[in-house]
Nanobody, 115 residues
Framework: QVKIVESGGGLVQPGGSLRLSCSAS????????MRWYRQSTDEERELVAS???????TYGDAVKGRFTISRDNGESTVYLQMNALKLEDTAVYYC?????????RGQGTQVTVSS
């Protein structure tokens, strides 16, 4: 049974940092890309970052230079280090992957950037 659990969200001031974690189980983690995306109220979901099974990262334009995605295959965990946070980074952040054309994601973790 595939299970994905995000954690690490919270309230942070503009310019601050947060580190999100995504713990996965039920599949061979090292064989799959992992992705973070975010969704705000009344907005479409937005790609934040992806990391391939070969550890190659890609980033959405809005977060390039501020966010870093990484993975630990031994721990079946993917991380998102978020620095220089902005008000517009406020959203629910989801971790997901595709297995056999099926999307699996976690319940999300809320990130709120506010002064």
């Amino acid at each position: 049974q595939v299970k994905i659990v995000e954690s690490g969200g919270g309230l942070v001031q503009p310019g601050g940092s947060l580190r999100l974690s995504c713990s996965a189980s039920g599949f061979i983690f090292s064989n799959y890309f992992m992705r973070w995306y975010r969704q705000s109220t009344d907005e479409e979901r937005e790609l934040v970052a992806s990391i391939s099974k070969k550890n190659i990262p890609t980033y959405g334009d809005a977060v390039k230079g501020r966010f870093t995605i990484s993975r630990d295959n031994g721990e079946s965990t993917v991380y998102l280090q978020m620095n220089a946070l902005k008000l517009e980074d406020t959203a629910v952040y989801y971790c997901m992957t595709y297995i056999n054309l099926t999307e699996y994601r976690g319940q999300g973790t809320q990130v709120t950037v506010s002064s």
